[in-house]
């Protein structure tokens, strides 16, 4: 089990006390893999990278500690989980992309085929003209119009 403490502060930033007392504030919580095991691997380090402490997976945490990193991490990590593909206005790049996502409807801008990267057999990761990267966990997920859609892109 860890022998640490998180609370927030005053201005909402994480506590960490470890097991002798020592208190720093304003530590980060950093995935080491978020797409791939978004609930394992998490270093809390403090603000000029000294990790303080390591967690092999959240359910291991205590409640209070376990919501506070889950708070903390989805503050942090936004990557909108595609769940359909609505229209693309063109299959040439670049193209405008409208998507049905786990936090709503969103429209981006696709710069090139470039922007849409393979991580796994069944997983995407596409990068808008923003920055804002979507997820695409599992294609066979998705609906057969939004396959095919996605499908003149790969």
Excluded at 72 to 84: D, G, M, N, T
Excluded at 104 to 131: P, Q, V, Y
């Amino acid at each position: 089990m860890h022998d640490f403490q998180l609370t927030r502060n005053a201005f909402g930033k994480l506590v960490f006390t470890g097991s002798g007392g020592e208190v720093h504030e304003g530590v980060i919580p950093v995935h080491a893999f978020p797409i791939s095991a978004p609930h394992e691997g998490i270093s809390l380090v403090t603000s000029d990278g000294h990790e303080l402490a390591w967690i092999e997976r959240l359910s291991d945490l205590p409640d209070a500690s376990r919501v506070l990193l889950q708070e903390e991490l989805a503050s942090r990590e936004f990557i909108p989980e595609v769940q359909r593909i609505r229209h693309v206005s063109s299959f040439a790049t670049p193209s405008s992309w409208q998507v049905e996502t786990d936090r709503g409807e969103a429209t981006f801008i696709l710069k090139g085929e470039d922007d849409i990267r393979r991580l796994s057999h069944s997983t995407l990761l596409i990068a808008d003209s923003n920055g804002i990267h979507f997820l695409i966990r599992d294609i066979q997920a998705l609906d057969n119009a939004s396959r095919k859609l996605l499908d003149r892109f790969l």
